[in-house]
């Protein structure tokens, strides 16, 4: 099993002209030394896609709003489908790959991972923002003492 | 402190319920088949939208056991500072405060390690990179400062 390793994060690039974003979204697996990953000039890191970053309200009226805002939400939908669709059949079929022992392996890589801010894994996981992605737990009994909850 | 987050997530699965996306599939689907409009309430109880899950469809991938590490929000701005609660608690004393001040700004910058020249309560705002250059050198920063305490400064200890 190859776990794969997905990386996102929304990022300004300008302020004052049109307040422009970028939405980057990294790939790299987990069988690589951590000295490796980190170093830039091993390149183990590399660049899947830049995801479209659409307005998020129309501006005119609250229906339209909605209805921008499910726009977005399938056009990430969509546009995440296509680039997850290429792992999606090696997962199923697997796949043989070369390794760094020079021997040939069958390989099935499965994501794993997704490392993001709170805020990115928010809009990917589709829960509001005072959620949890791992579990149920309210809004109003984040932050705490779980204990009361039994 | 390698396993203490494994032992967490065990002790938050007993207390909530996990995330159960084969569930909320279903759910979905019957939403669509029949406009039900409970399944909506449910979803916003939970704090979920209808069908905007985009690791739910991958196969052999389930989107509440993916690892979803933020060390900026969870180490730094979010443990770091409540540690430094406590520590500037502890530096009550004038001396030691002051102490502690001469020491951080006293700290020479070199390659991937830059300090603020301003005592810690006069920066308003702190990056995660400060804050990250904070943790490298705090516990080395506060030894100096709580050295050679007199008689009356080793109640603070007793009482720590």
């Known amino acids: 099993m190859v776990p794969v390793i997905g990386l996102s994060d929304q990022t300004h690039l300008t302020y004052f002209s049109g307040d422009k974003k970028a939405w980057p979204v990294y790939v790299t697996i987990g069988k690589i030394l951590s000295w490796m990953r980190n ?30 805002r499910q726009m977005n939400a399938d056009a990430l939908l969509a546009v995440l489908d296509l680039i997850l669709a290429l792992l999606q059949e090696m ?17 099935v890589p499965i ?15 589709g829960i509001s923002s005072k959620s949890y992605p791992q579990c149920e737990v309210l809004a109003t009994e984040v932050g705490q003492d779980p204990r009361k909850h039994i | 402190m390698r396993f203490w987050p494994q032992k967490l997530v065990r002790i938050h699965e007993n207390i909530y319920e996990p995330r159960n996306n084969a569930y909320y599939a279903q759910k979905t689907w019957e939403y669509k088949q029949a406009q039900d409009s409970n399944i909506p309430d449910y979803f916003h109880q939970i704090g979920m939208k209808i069908d905007r899950n985009v690791f739910s469809g991958l196969y052999r991938v389930n989107p509440a056991d993916l690892h979803k590490s933020d060390l900026l929000h969870n180490i730094y701005p ?29 700290l020479p910058s070199y390659q991937g390690f ?3 020249k301003k005592a810690y309560q006069e920066v ?12 490298c050198c705090i516990s080395a920063v506060f030894a100096s400062a709580l050295r050679n305490p007199n008689s009356s400064q080793q109640v603070s200890f007793k009482w720590a």
Not at chain 1, 50 to 63: A, F, I, M, N, Q
Not at chain 1, 112 to 122: F, G, M, P, Q, R
Not at chain 2, 86 to 96: A, C, I, R, S
Request: charged fraction near 20%; hydrophobic fraction near 40%.
């Open chain 2, 124 to 135: 308003t705002q702190w990056q995660g990179k400060k804050m990250r250059n904070l943790g």
């Open chain 2, 78 to 106: 979010g443990l770091f500072k409540h540690m430094m609660k406590w520590v500037v608690g502890f530096l009550k004393t004038p001396k030691w405060q002051q102490v502690f001040d001469n020491s951080w700004k006293a």
């Open chain 2, 114 to 116: 830059s300090v603020s």
């Open chain 1, 39 to 68: 170093s830039p000039t091993k390149m183990p890191i590399l660049g899947l896609a830049l995801l479209s970053v659409p307005p998020k309200l129309s501006h005119e009226s609250v229906h339209t709003n909605k209805i921008q």
């Open chain 1, 91 to 107: 997962v199923k079929d697997s796949a043989v790959m070369d390794y760094a022992d020079r021997k040939i392996h069958l390989c």
């Open chain 1, 111 to 125: 994501l794993s991972a997704w490392i993001a801010d709170h805020a990115e894994h928010t809009t990917l996981h």
